[in-house]
């Protein structure tokens, strides 16, 4: 395969040459979440020429994203367009180059095989907890590569997880926090600088792993607080024994087998799991008699006629194509799910 000219600096650096610029084509990354993290991470990763990238997100994208998901654009936020597919078009036009494939899916104990098999590296963007923990189980389980961050206000924590060699997630945080018990990005806002610096660790650390730089790789966590221009390096080095994950092997994430509904937070809207066998194309001709309501490839979504939200205004709901549901316009639960009942049925 003939190296394009455009990776020459890139190719310049000391541990990569051409070897490793080959290495970096044929390699096949994941970017599990395209909020933040995961757009800073894939351009960067776009950019240096990983020849098969995979976008994973849930979401579309809403106007405040924008002050820190640099990918997207006002038009994406006002059409609201799903955040993989998005991203997957604005990085064809950086590197037309490599192959990209966007999943509009929720990842999950069901899916996460499926989706992530193939891969040589995960990149986490994501934003929740439990769906680290579910990566960092099919990590381990897997023996791939996990490159963990999170950033909220100002600080980030970053690891990079080589199952065998270094801790996993599990070996520092046995649990997750529970919910509701953690600041959060809705909570306490967050900056995009410690954003760049986070995913700027983790792609790095991508880099060496592919290019055979792993001695490279610190086998610690990075905590920074850019805020307050402090950072620190913690934890043991290697994998702990007593640990349940990589220690022991019980992979309680991965075997977890139901998602639930939850409402999201401060945006008074309901997620609601996605369900097997769902057909999209039914499910818009239902809809369509209730309300006005306008179908993509991958989603369905429009108003009510009928239904209203505390305020008066139309209750909006919006369906992928494998079944998960956003509901906006009520935070409870059990109206959302009678309301996805009375108009799709299951
Ligand atoms: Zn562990």
């Known amino acids: 395969m003939a190296i394009s000219d455009r990776y020459h600096r890139q190719r310049l650096v000391d541990g990569i040459g051409d070897r490793g610029q080959l290495a970096i084509s044929n390699s096949t990354v994941a970017i599990v979440g395209v909020g933040a993290l995961g757009c800073m991470s894939a351009s960067m990763l776009a950019r240096a020429g990983i ?28 059409t609201q367009q ?36 193939s891969i040589d590296v995960i990149v986490d963007g994501l934003d929740n907890f439990n769906a680290r923990y579910l990566l960092n189980d099919f990590a381990v389980k897997t023996n791939k590569p996990f490159m963990f961050a999170g950033v909220i206000s100002g600080q980030g924590n970053v690891m990079t997880i080589i199952p065998k060699t270094t801790p996993c997630l599990r ?47 610190s086998r610690t966590l990075l905590t920074f607080d850019l805020w307050n221009s402090e950072s620190n390096r913690v934890g043991y080095g290697e994998p702990i024994e007593t640990c349940p994950c990589c220690g022991q092997l019980d992979f309680e994430y991965l075997n977890e087998t139901v998602s639930e509904p939850v409402a999201l937070c401060g945006r008074l809207a309901v997620l609601l799991p996605s369900i097997d066998a ?20 991958t989603m369905v979504r429009g108003e009510f006629h009928e239904e209203r939200a505390p305020d008066g205004s139309a209750i909006k709901m919006l369906c992928f194509h494998d ?23 299951n």
């Open 323 to 345: 079944g998960r549901s956003i509901i906006h316009g009520t935070d409870d639960i059990r109206r959302a799910k009678a309301i996805f009942e009375r108009y799709i049925g």
């Open 171 to 217: 070996c520092l945080f046995p649990n997750p926090p529970t919910s509701g018990s953690q600041d959060t990005c809705d909570t306490v806002g967050v900056l995009a600088p410690a954003i760049g610096i986070a995913a700027s660790c983790q792609c790095m650390d991508v880099i060496k792993f592919l290019t055979d730089n792993k001695g490279k790789i």
């Open 82 to 117: 799903p955040k993989a597919t998005a991203a997957a078009s604005h990085l064809a036009k950086v590197n037309s180059e490599i192959n990209i494939t966007p999943h509009v899916e929720d990842l999950t104990s069901r899916n996460v095989h499926h989706l992530l098999n």
């Open 278 to 297: 769902f057909d999209l194309e039914m499910a818009t001709k239902k809809l369509q008699e209730h309300g006005s309501f306008e179908r993509s490839d």
């Open 51 to 78: 020849g098969n990238l995979v976008l994973i997100d849930r979401d579309i994208v809403e106007t405040t994203n924008l002050q820190r998901q640099v990918l997207f654009t006002e038009e994406d936020a006002d």
